[in-house]
Nanobody, 121 residues
């Protein structure tokens, strides 16, 4: 079995920073692309940032220049550095992997449990 576990959320004032981490656990052979998504109360889940296996990134327009996604393949971890946070960034942030391969099978569409980020003064 494989799983993704997020951490690093919390309460921060506008303009502050947080770094989220997502660790993949299990008998993992390889992970391709990974991403961060978020969902605010009453709203649809939306993509925040993506990073490919080779480090290519893609961001939602509203976070460009403020957020940075990166990954450490050796540690099987993806990060989301969030700077200049705004109240509208408040949401539950989820880590996602479209495909995780173990020695014996492929696991599709793996999601973490989410970590809450609250930006408020």
């Amino acid at each position: 079995q494989v799983q993704l576990v997020e951490s690093g959320g919390g309460l921060v004032q506008p303009g502050g920073s947080l770094r989220l981490s997502c660790v993949a656990s299990g008998s993992i052979f390889s992970i391709r692309s990974m991403g961060w998504y978020r969902q605010a109360p009453g709203k649809e889940r939306e993509m925040v940032a993506l990073v490919s296996s080779t480090g290519t990134t893609n961001y939602r327009d509203s976070v460009k220049g403020r957020f940075t996604v990166s990954r450490d393949n050796a540690k099987k971890t993806v990060y989301l550095q969030m700077n200049s946070l705004k109240p509208e960034d408040t949401a539950v942030y989820y880590c996602h992997a479209p495909e995780i391969r173990t020695t014996w099978r492929m696991y599709p569409e793996i999601w973490g449990q989410g970590t809450l980020v609250t930006v408020s003064s």
